[in-house]
Every structure is written in structure tokens, then in C-alpha cells.
């Protein structure tokens, strides 16, 4: 499995708003944000219907 | 929410502990036997309101304007729905909730998408054979940001209901009873997509947004077909799901008999249907989702015409957190019957396609009003019984049908004639008195004059002609700031299809948001960040100048230009939001990034009244039964109001003052 490295601050940061936040681990946290970024790329790719959608809307 | 959690959120947006003295609200400030309601009426207009208060047509608003106090209410910039019902909810303007319009886009791709929500699919599935299993994700979000103010009362035990608050979805409070408002999606994922049967298609049916038209052939007067549900997310081919339709004519007594997931009914030409209930299979007796919808036979023959309404989240059995409790779905459906659960329920698109027509629309609208108030009816028995609590109530009917009936009482309106305001010129009146006897039914069963009642009736925005539509991407273009490589065929409905984004330096896209093309922030940015503040001050100073050909009018009043704080709090917030004056608009065409031969045209939709426009041309109203003492009152007042009547103290984000003394 890769891994990658972070600053040791940006680390800790992380670390403390985890719990906030509401995540089990620092590793749960992590991976949610990334997928959640990676994500908008992605959908841009793949979701050809979303100005059809948007059309739904009387103003648009 | 419980209120370890809500200190938990409040930390997140820098509220934090000490900026929430909780110490003081325990302190016993607190009154407990006040109750609030506010009712939400979306787009009534104060104008409107007071001619007919003045011609004695709303004895009931008179009333309560006469107890304590009616008002104009200040809007937000841009006066569109999303934003100033956020502004209402977290008390504070866009700088704080980061709605901004209808539309944002993400400016690494450039696409566009709703602002106020969205549904993210399943992040993790198990693939056996043809079928795709979740396992992980899948969730909806509320792009909102800020604590909504019934957090703070929930927080403090105080009962509260809010019933379809817009860019409220999803319902996700497990202390706050709520249905979904605006934003809320049907089940094919869209806004509100109605399904059209006929034998005849129309000649511009591929056009359709908002719909999608099944032609039909009968045989023998027997036809099958289907009704289209959701994607099967769970087969690896994402197929759409169908339910079949079986459907018999008798051409002679113009009836109908139709077969639809078991249910058989007959109707009669011109027949509305009650809601069906529909279950729409994704797996094998495994999985299946949950609908409703409506049928109306339009014509029997010789064309066969059934318009059958956008599939909606059955809140019974809801696929997806329209309520904020199964529980609580099943409640509202025992005792009032299924509802509209989509955002707007009202059908302007199948009225702007003509499939159907003025009168039929307006048979549904009052459908949809009605069953609002019912639904309403029922909220207050409960709230009446209560010692101490918070009720919010909307009605989206008067904005929608406001849109789309403004033709008929406008005689400046390219669709305006002597036949339409015959039949039709007081449309917005009767909606008007309609919501003014709704009104009546509350102010029966509460005491209006009770000091521990508060009524609060207001509206996010007014409303003026939708006259002239105007295309701001054409604009850019003329002036320079946008290139086309083919300069002849500049027309174009696409998204930004035929744009030359190395030679441009700014774009419209929504309803009010204009965006430069920036380097390092666009896809394709091509402004380099130092030139962006003297290029805004000229489109801005353009935009001023803007003159309507056929008029000679002035096309836009006002212009906001975000600054660089309010920018680093949301990526998305637009680089200036433009203030139409009355009777203009961003064309249809431009709102999602498509370009037209000229940029004045008259607006030949029958959504042809609008308040997207200057904030300052189209204020809100304000009814409540206590006198207001704030100067110029705005939306996010009524919010510290609230809070402040409760004796919970006003964070420090919240920007709103209270109406009155408290």
C-alpha cells in the first residue's frame, strides 16, 4: 500500500480535529477528505447529466 | 442534536464556549411558555400585499399588520431563494452560509452544479456478477454553511419543527422534526422531471428540459409502456429502473383504464389521480425503492395526451433524508396523506413547454396548496398542545405561481393580451386571498394578542416583470472580455461550448454570478490574479452603462463585488453578483453558459415575473404580532428575534438585530 508523508504539524492538526470532527482514527479522517476531493474531479468526468438536472429548475 | 455535539459544531465555525455563554442561558432567562411560528411565503411581495390589503381582499394580514406591525424586509444580493432563506437560517449573509446563487461551478473542471446540496454516491462497492453492492459512502450533503438557528433551540430542549426551510436538505437533525425544502431532488435525481404519454410528440419535444416525452401507439386501443424511476446503482451496467404501464382506452365515453404496479384505475378524461404509491426494484427481493406520483388524462383521443408528474421520494419509506425520521414520514402520511416531497413541487416547466396548460396548471397548483395546508393543519394541532416551542412553516405557491401568471397582469409583458387578463389577469389576486385564508385558520386558533405568542408571516423577496432577458456571456463577448474562435456562429445553447478560454477573461454563469477566468483558480485561467481588481472596476462600470436597445432603459442598478476576505471563507464565491434593474434578467440561455445572436431579447417564456434582480427593487414582507422597532428590517433580524425571545444569546456570527425590545 503507498504511503505518503506530511509535516509533522499539519499532522498534529489533523490528529486534534479528528475526534471533533467525528472520525474514529487519523487514517479515517484522511482518507474521507482525500476521497471526498478526488471525487469532484472525478464526477466532473463522469456526469454528463448534470445540466439536464439543473434544467429541472423552473429558473433555469 | 444533542448538546455536546452542538458545542462540538459550534467549536468548528469559531463559536467556541466562550462566545456561547451557556452559563448564562442556565441562568433562567429563559421563558417557558413562549411559542413561536413563522410562516414562510416565499415571494409575496409587499406591493402586491398592500393593494390588496387595500382593496379589503386580506382582512386576516390586516389584522395582524393592525395588532402589531406589516412591513417591508430587506433582501439579500442576490434576491434568489436559496441565498436569502440561508441568510434567514444562520442569521448572517452569504459570507457566512456560502450560497451565492442557484448555481456555483468548480472552477478546476468549470462545471456547474446546485449549491445547496448534493448526493454522493457509494465511494466503496462489492461487485459480484451484475450487481454493484455498497459498501462504503454514499451519503447527501448540505453545502450550507453556519448552524442553522434551530440548532440553537434544539440545544436548549425548546420542541421545534421546521417544514421545508429551502436549501434545507437533507433532514438530518435527530432533535428538530423537519422536512426537506428546496434543493430536495425527485427520484430521478433531477429538480422535478414530469413524464409526458401521447400519441402526438410535439414538434419541439427534444427540447424539453424538466421532462422527457414518451410517444405512444396504440393497438386496438391497448398500449403498454413504462414509467422511468431511478438508476440502478446496484447493477454494473447502471441501467434505469421502469415500471410497466398498461393503459386502455375507450374512445367513445372518453375513458381510461390503467394498469400501473398494480394498481388499477379508471379516469376519465380531464381526471387527476390521487398519489400512487410505487416500488421500483433494484435487486431481486433485496432492494427496492419507494415512489409516488400523479396521473392527469389530458385527452383521451383522438390524441392520447397523460401527463404523469415527477417521480417523488415517497417520505413514508424515504430513499434518501427528506424527514428527519422515518418515524416521523410515516406520521405525516398516516394522518395527512403522501406529499409533494421534491423541493418545488409547482410544475413550471411542463406549463413553459405547454404540456400543460394555464388552466391545468393551476388545477395542480391548488392541489399543491392545498395539500401544503393540510400538511400545516396538522403541524399546528401538535404545536398547539405544546407548552413552549418553535414551528416554522413554507409555502412555496405564491413565488412559483407569481413566476409564471405575472404575464397576465402585465400588460408590458411580450406575452401579454386582452385575452389572457380576461381569463387570468387575477390569478396572483386569488393566490393572494388564498393564502390570506390560511392565514385566517391560524389566527383562529391562536390568540394573537397573547404576549407569550409570536407570529412572524414573511417572505425572502418581492417580485417585478421578467420582461426583457438579457445575455451576459453575449455581453462579455461584445466588450472583449470573452473570445470566440468562430466568430459566426455565435449561438449556441452548450455549455460554454465555443468559448476560447486562452483569450478570455471573464464569464457568466447562474442567475446573477459573473466570474473572471483566473489563473491558477479557472481550468483554463487566463487573468493573471494582480489585473483581476481594475478588470472588475471596468465590467463593473460597463455593466452600469449597460442601455436596453428597444428602451433605452438602464439594464442593471447595482453591482456587488465580493472582496478577498469573503472569498478566502468559500472557494466558490463569484467576483461579482449583478443587480438587474425591473424588468430585466440574465437571459435562459447565458444562466448556464450558452451565448445568443444578440444580448437584448424579449422574454417569451410564461415564467415571466422574477426577483433575481437588485436587491433594494425587491424587498420581502414582514407581518408580526408585535410592533418592530428596528429601522429597515432584514431577514436575518427575524433570526436573532427568535433566538433573542427564547433568551438565548446571539452568537457573534449572526449579523441580525432584534425587531423589537426583548
Known amino acids: 500500500m503507498p504511503k505518503i508523508k506530511i509535516d509533522n504539524d499539519l499532522y498534529e492538526r489533523i490528529k486534534n480535529s479528528t475526534e471533533l470532527a467525528g472520525y474514529s482514527s487519523v487514517e479515517e479522517f484522511i482518507i474521507h477528505i482525500l476521497e471526498t476531493q478526488v471525487s469532484q474531479f472525478e464526477e466532473a468526468e463522469n456526469d454528463p447529466d448534470v445540466l439536464e438536472r439543473l434544467k429541472g429548475l423552473g429558473y433555469i | ?662
Open chain 2, 1 to 662: 442534536m444533542k448538546r455536546r455535539e452542538f458545542i462540538k459544531k459550534s467549536a468548528i465555525y469559531g463559536v467556541g464556549a466562550s462566545l456561547y455563554p451557556y452559563g448564562k442561558l442556565l441562568a433562567g432567562k429563559r421563558n417557558h411558555k413562549l411559542k413561536i411560528l413563522v410562516l414562510g411565503i416565499d415571494g409575496m411581495d409587499p406591493h402586491l400585499a398592500s393593494v390588496y390589503m387595500h382593496k379589503g381582499l386580506l382582512p386576516n394580514f390586516t389584522r395582524l399588520a393592525n395588532t402589531g406591525s406589516f412591513s417591508r424586509c430587506a433582501t439579500t444580493f442576490p434576491p434568489q431563494s436559496p441565498v436569502a432563506w440561508s441568510t434567514f437560517t444562520v442569521g448572517a449573509p452569504p459570507q457566512l452560509h456560502g450560497i451565492y446563487d442557484f448555481i456555483h461551478r468548480k472552477p478546476a473542471s468549470m462545471l456547474p452544479y446546485l449549491s445547496t446540496s448534493k448526493v454522493n454516491p457509494a465511494s466503496k462497492t462489492l461487485d459480484i456478477g451484475d450487481w454493484k453492492i455498497p459498501l462504503i459512502g454514499g451519503n447527501t450533503e448540505n453545502l450550507r454553511k453556519g448552524i442553522p438557528f434551530w440548532d440553537y433551540l434544539a440545544a436548549e430542549d425548546i420542541p421545534t419543527s421546521v417544514f421545508k426551510m429551502p436549501g434545507n436538505f437533507p433532514s438530518d437533525s435527530e432533535n428538530v422534526r423537519m422536512v426537506s425544502g428546496m434543493g430536495t431532488p425527485d427520484l430521478r435525481g433531477g429538480y422535478g422531471s414530469f413524464t409526458l404519454y401521447t400519441t402526438s410528440p410535439p414538434a419541439n419535444a427534444d427540447k424539453f428540459t424538466g421532462g422527457m416525452v414518451v410517444p405512444l401507439t396504440f393497438n386496438d386501443d391497448f398500449v403498454e409502456t413504462s414509467l422511468e424511476g431511478p438508476v440502478n446503482t446496484m447493477r454494473q451496467d447502471t441501467p434505469k429502473t421502469r415500471i410497466p404501464i398498461q393503459i386502455w382506452r375507450d374512445r367513445i365515453n372518453s375513458v381510461v383504464k390503467l394498469n400501473i404496479d398494480g394498481h388499477e384505475l379508471i379516469l376519465n378524461n380531464g381526471e387527476w389521480t390521487d398519489w400512487i404509491p410505487l416500488t421500483f426494484p433494484m435487486m431481486s427481493f433485496l432492494s427496492e425503492v419507494k415512489g409516488i406520483c400523479k396521473i392527469y388524462i389530458k385527452n383521451v383521443h383522438p390524441e392520447f395526451v397523460m401527463y404523469v408528474s415527477p417521480v417523488n421520494i415517497d417520505p413514508s419509506d424515504p430513499v434518501l433524508p427528506v424527514v428527519s425520521s422515518e418515524e416521523y414520514g410515516k406520521e405525516l402520511v398516516e394522518n395527512v396523506g403522501y406529499f409533494y416531497t421534491q423541493g418545488l413541487p409547482e410544475d413550471t416547466k411542463a406549463l413553459s413547454y405547454g404540456v400543460l396548460n394555464d388552466a391545468e396548471y393551476l388545477d395542480l397548483a391548488y392541489q399543491i396548496i392545498n395539500e401544503r395546508s393540510a400538511l400545516l393543519d396538522y403541524e399546528l394541532n401538535r404545536f398547539s398542545k405544546l407548552d413552549t416551542g418553535f414551528q416554522f412553516f413554507y409555502f412555496s405557491s405564491l413565488d412559483q405561481d407569481t413566476h409564471m401568471f405575472w404575464r397576465a397582469m402585465d400588460s408590458g409583458h411580450p406575452l401579454h393580451d386582452e385575452k389572457l387578463k380576461q381569463e387570468f389577469g387575477t390569478t396572483l389576486q386569488h393566490l393572494y386571498v388564498k393564502m390570506d385564508q390560511i392565514l385566517g385558520n391560524v389566527l383562529e386558533r391562536f390568540d394573537i394578542n397573547d404576549p407569550n405568542f409570536r407570529l412572524v408571516v414573511m417572505s425572502d423577496h418581492g417580485f417585478a416583470p421578467f420582461r426583457r432577458q438579457v445575455n451576459v456571456n453575449t455581453w462579455l463577448f461584445e466588450k472583449g472580455y470573452l473570445d470566440l474562435p468562430n466568430r459566426n456562429s455565435m449561438e449556441s445553447s452548450g455549455y460554454f461550448s465555443n468559448v476560447n478560454w486562452d483569450k478570455t477573461a471573464a464569464y457568466s454563469l447562474g442567475i446573477n454570478s459573473l466570474y473572471l477566468n483566473l489563473e491558477g483558480r479557472e481550468r483554463f485561467g487566463a487573468v493573471s490574479p494582480s489585473q483581476s481588481k481594475e478588470l472588475l472596476k471596468k465590467i463593473g462600470k460597463d455593466l452600469l452603462s449597460l442601455q436596453d436597445p428597444k428602451t433605452g432603459q438602464q439594464a442593471v442598478t447595482n453591482i456587488w463585488t465580493p472582496n478577498e476576505h469573503d472569498k478566502r471563507q468559500h472557494a466558490h464565491v463569484p467576483d461579482m453578483i449583478i443587480g438587474w434593474n425591473r424588468g430585466f434578467r440574465n437571459s435562459w440561455d447565458s444562466i448556464l453558459g450558452g451565448l445568443s445572436n444578440e444580448v437584448f431579447m424579449d422574454n417569451d417564456d410564461k415564467w415571466s415575473g422574477d426577483h433575481c434582480i437588485d436587491p433594494a427593487l425587491v424587498p420581502g414582507v414582514l407581518f408580526c404580532n408585535r410592533k418592530v422597532t428596528k429601522q429597515q428590517p432584514a431577514l436575518a433580524d427575524i433570526t436573532a428575534t427568535i433566538l433573542a425571545d427564547f433568551g438565548i444569546p446571539i452568537p457573534v456570527q449572526m449579523t441580525g438585530k432584534p425587531l423589537y425590545h426583548v
